[in-house]
């Protein structure tokens, strides 16, 4: 027999498959438009929870311009909070990845149409759908290397992923404007299959539509159940295969808990840290005093029992914190009661994260603190010893350790 397939696929007959149609697609659609909203809202949490209009050194995104109007003072509870928005973020952007790709399998003939605008109109959303298609595959992109491969694109990952994101979600919106009405139909009555989706001349189904979504969502379901492990701590770690790995060897004991960079990476040497060469340097108000570790023990000591949440989705469970209350160091150097912000330098020389700055709500929180041990133990090198910042709610980022030098006053 004769194979009379076109050879273009700019040729309607050249699709074979007898899946593709407005249900399917419309499905998918319906899928991601939520899915896609949940991703931008808390990407754009994430960014509000670096404090990045409190200082310099927070904003990774400092020519943001107008795309900055929405932001917060973070708060410092509930405890759990960015652990949860960003472990959303992070879950649900790798969970819709096999969504992401059956739906552009599911509308591809329409990148090979015929001609390519037929008027203004049709010009304007063929270009919108380019920024859509570009801009998500870029977005996913972006995110997954950062989680998986501590980045590998030139270029600042933060800077990319968030004007991709306004790019991205502003596209996403015409687009779900433009085709909610036909999706609502496509997907409420059951209309004949109809349109330019579907296959003139179909080959022998294999799968039934329902049965390919239960295969999407099945690995979408594989994808939750690899991951969301990682977000969830202790015990449910061991489940993530497919969080990152190669990541220090945190072992046992009471340290044992995920290490982001380790005290060798930072170039913290133990002679840095021993107890006659370490000095804390806190500044404030009535001017500036040195503390040993000694000193810092004399303090009155506290606990907190809080977790550390990363922005690349992994967190720990609560950890059992004991140190000085950032709000009795404030007021060792001259704000006692309403203590100000605070500037946080490391012992660290160089890298992105050796210094941040803390807002007044978090200095005052009675939870935050100088941490000088770790569920019972002296922290451990890679956790940050002699002595690491913990704060309620915040991300990892915030949580310096090693730390130098402390700088009270309004920043
Ligand atoms: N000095 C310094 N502190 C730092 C970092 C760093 O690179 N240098 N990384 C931060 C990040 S991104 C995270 S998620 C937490 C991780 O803390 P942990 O390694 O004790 O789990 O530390 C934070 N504190
Ligand atoms: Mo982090």
């Not at 590998?152 to 933060?158: A, I, Q």
């Not at 036909?182 to 294999?206: F, Q, S, W």
């Not at 503390?291 to 977790?307: E, G, Y």
């Not at 160091?329 to 912000?341: K, R, S």
Request: glycine share 10%.
């Amino acid at each position: 027999m004769r194979d009379d397939r076109p050879l273009l696929p700019s040729s309607p007959g050249f699709w074979r498959s007898p899946l593709r149609g407005p249900w399917f697609t419309s499905v998918l659609g319906t899928v991601l438009l939520v899915g896609i909203t949940v991703l931008f809202v808390t990407g754009l949490v994430s960014y509000a929870a670096y404090n990045p209009d409190l200082s310099p050194v927070n904003d990774q995104t400092p020519d943001k311009g107008l795309l900055g109007f929405y932001l917060f003072a973070w708060p410092t509870g509930p405890v759990w909070l960015y652990r949860l928005t960003q472990g959303v973020h992070v879950t649900l952007g790798i969970v819709l990845i096999p969504v992401l790709l059956a739906k552009l399998w599911s509308v591809v003939p329409r990148l090979f149409a015929l001609p390519p605008a037929r008027s203004l109109a049709h010009a304007l959303e063929r270009i919108s759908l380019l920024l859509l298609v570009g801009g998500g595959l870029f977005e996913f992109t972006t995110g997954v290397l950062n989680v998986q491969l501590d980045y590998v694109f030139p270029g600042s990952f933060y800077p990319l992923h968030f004007y991709g994101a306004w790019v991205f979600f502003a596209a996403f919106v015409a687009h779900a404007v433009l085709k909610a009405p036909t999706a609502v139909r496509n997907l409420r009555r059951h209309v004949r299959e109809e349109g330019d989706l579907v296959a003139p001349r179909p080959d022998a189904p294999t799968v039934s539509r329902r049965g390919a979504l239960a295969l999407v969502g099945g690995g979408s379901l594989l994808l939750f159940l690899t991951t969301v492990g990682q977000s969830l701590g202790g015990p449910f770690r061991r489940t993530a295969l497919l969080a990152p790995h190669g990541g220090a060897d945190p072992g046992g004991g009471p340290n044992g808990f995920q290490i982001n960079k380790t005290a060798a990476y930072a170039g913290i040497t133990p002679a840095d840290t021993h107890q006659d060469a370490w000095r804390l340097v806190v500044t404030g108000r009535t001017g500036t005093v040195r503390l040993s570790r000694a000193d810092l023990l004399r303090m009155p000591l506290h606990s907190s029992s809080l977790p550390i949440a990363c922005v690349e989705g992994w967190s720990t469970a609560d950890q059992w914190w004991r140190g000085v209350r950032l709000g009795d160091l404030a007021a060792l150097v001259g704000h006692d009661g309403d203590p100000p912000d605070v500037f946080v330098e490391s012992l660290q020389r160089h890298g992105a994260f050796r210094r941040a700055a803390l807002r007044a709500n978090q200095v005052a929180d009675p939870r935050s603190l100088l941490a000088l041990y770790v569920n019972g133990e002296t922290l451990s090198p890679d956790h940050g010893y002699p002595a690491r910042i913990i704060v309620p709610a915040a991300p990892g980022v915030l949580n310096t350790k090693w730390v130098a030098r402390l700088t009270f006053g309004d920043l």
